[in-house]
């Protein structure tokens, strides 16, 4: 059974009304929907409950035409023709109608237009901001808090701008002219208006804001079992493979029942609210029956301005009650706003491009890591490079080994200035990065390619050129050649224009890596970082992937991160990393007879292998020997 809250209820509070003074949005953006499972007996009471009280309130009108009615005796003797007089009223009334109803379409027409193109350039300028900042601004915050602001506060921002100019600037207007026109006709009557209803409205703000911390409760909730359902649903293949859809089930259903209790919590503040709220304004009515009916029996009032006293202090309490729910939302649509422009007005201290040099002559490719001291923003205290210093000749492969956790992949980082060294210098051809054009950098100079490719869901096509997005189509089919990857291309039947699936999902490890190495190679990158590009894969693949990358490597500078030693014996110079700085540097030969760290390594590693190859499961071959690439 769906329970969908808040359940309004016809009142003096709208339901729209009622929903955003609780929830703090406007009426015109949906609740979000709490489904929730409850016994069946509410669902009786609910319906018995809302048929009582609506029985109550057909009662109410006909009671109040009675009290009118005494009302209209004392005053029978000057009333003159009924029809004649009513005619031409309704007539300018229906016209007051017609004008107002076209009015009101046509700025709300407008609003609509002005706030959905603020909140579109308002997405695209935080989106771009936010494309700008620094990668360790990405490491301190959360994916899901990003996606917020350019969703729900951006939209709340909205939502708040189109209410303050559509109803607020309608509220206080009526109720100025309301009370104008109301203390023309009776001040007594306005003054009792002017007391009572700002009370009732504290009163109600009060028990807004009750409503709204609680509401706000609910909302915290739901993201939380959103939250466990979107994990769920991402990691389904993990969650399969593990058969854990029971546990899953389970700890959403948890999260579930904690929104039922807390959004039936609300349904019955809710309810508790618009009840007493019901009761006031209808006290009201009453009272300015009876102090303006003994008006009229004093002579001091006619029925008539009576008539139109209710109607208009109606307006006024209607229009007092909208600011008040007005004014929650502004507050609320002003720190949201905060929230959005605080990041838009954030510099990355990186900037993407601009303002540095590009260098006239050729790239060499030597790169040079100068005494360079490294601590990640998010971590101020620990130090992850130390006086590191280390040079990658040009043309020449050097591999990068060590324990894991020792910063192979930060000095990968710093050459792609993904940060900047919090002292000393990183320097391309004897360049300072800090000099040069990052985005140049980046998008010329440095390919990288890494343990996990991550491709986007397009197309083969698409994937490839998001290394070099002008690049031919005889350019893509080149650089997938030199990455072994055009023949697995070639026979799927859509060939290039083949989707992969979210993150490339469609496609094998080996055919993801051979991907990401066309897409980086497109680019014709004169600096190349490899992290653990083959540790991922299975012998086949890693024996193609691995073809690729040796081709690849050939007249470039090669920074090689690897963990299986194995696979780095080539290389024309094997770095070892321990402590954040480099323990030894040499050729496998000169480091394996000097009997350091690198021989502890490879000794350990062999000792691994014939443990490992005798599993059942141990595909892989485990011999070094049998993993001796180029480099
Ligand atoms: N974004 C980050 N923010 C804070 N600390 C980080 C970040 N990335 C890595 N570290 C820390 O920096 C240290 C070095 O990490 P790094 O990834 O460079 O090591 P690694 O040698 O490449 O490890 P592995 O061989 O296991 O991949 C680790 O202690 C790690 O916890």
Known sequence: MRVELPVPAASYFSPQHVGALISGRDSERPFPRQTATTPPFPDILNWQLALGAALVNVQIPLLLGQLVEIVAKYTREHVGSFVTESRSLGTRLLVLYGIQGLLTFGYLVLLSHIGERMAVDMRRALFSSLLRQDIAFFDAKKT?????????????????????????????????????????????LTLLLMVATPALMGVGTLMGSGLRKLSRQCQEQIARATGVADEALGNVRTVRAFAMEQREEERYGAELDACRCKAEELGRGIALFQGLSNIAFNCMVLGTLFIGGSLVAGQQ???????????????VQRSMANISILFGQVVRGLSAGTRVFEYMALHPCIPLSGGCCIPREQLRGSVTFQNVCFSYPCRPGFEVLRDFTLTLPPGKIV????????GKTTVASLLERFYDPTAGTVMLDGRDLRTLDPSWLRGQVVGFISQEPVLFGTSIME??????????????Y??????????FISSFPEGY?????????????????????????????TVLILDEATSALDAESERV?????????????????????????????????????????????????????????????ALDAP?????????????????QHKF
């Open 144 to 188: 899901g808090q990003l996606v917020s602001r350019l969703t729900t506060d951006v939209q709340e921002f909205k939502s708040s701008f189109k209410l303050v100019i559509s109803q607020g600037l309608r509220s206080c207007t009526q109720v100025a002219g309301c009370l104008v026109s109301l203390s023309m006709l009776s001040p007594r």
């Open 478 to 487: 080149a650089a997938a050649r030199e990455a072994n990857a055009h023949e």
């Open 611 to 627: 443990l490992a190859s005798a599993s059942p499961l141990g595909g892989k071959p485990k011999d070094p020997r049998s993993h």
């Open 545 to 605: 992937v691995q073809e690729a990358l040796d081709r690849a490597s050939t007249g470039r500078t090669v920074l090689v991160i690897a963990h299986r030693l194995s696979t780095v014996r080539a290389a024309h110079r094997i770095v070892v990393m321990a402590k954040g700085r480099v323990w030894e540097a040499g050729t496998h030969e000169e480091l394996l007879k000097k009997g350091g760290l690198y021989a502890e390594l490879i000794r350990r590693q």
């Open 399 to 406: 591999a990068l080994v060590g324990q894991s956790g020792g």
């Open 301 to 315: 009032l006619t029925g008539g301005d009576l008539m139109s006293f209710l109607v208009a202090s109606q307006t």
């Open 497 to 525: 224009h083949t989707i992969v699936g979210e993150r490339g999902t469609t496609l094998s490890g080996g055919q993801k890596q051979r991907l990401a190495i066309a897409r980086a190679l497109i680019k014709q990158p």
């Open 463 to 476: 994937n490839i050129r998001f290394g070099k997005l002008d690049a031919s189509d005889e350019e893509v």
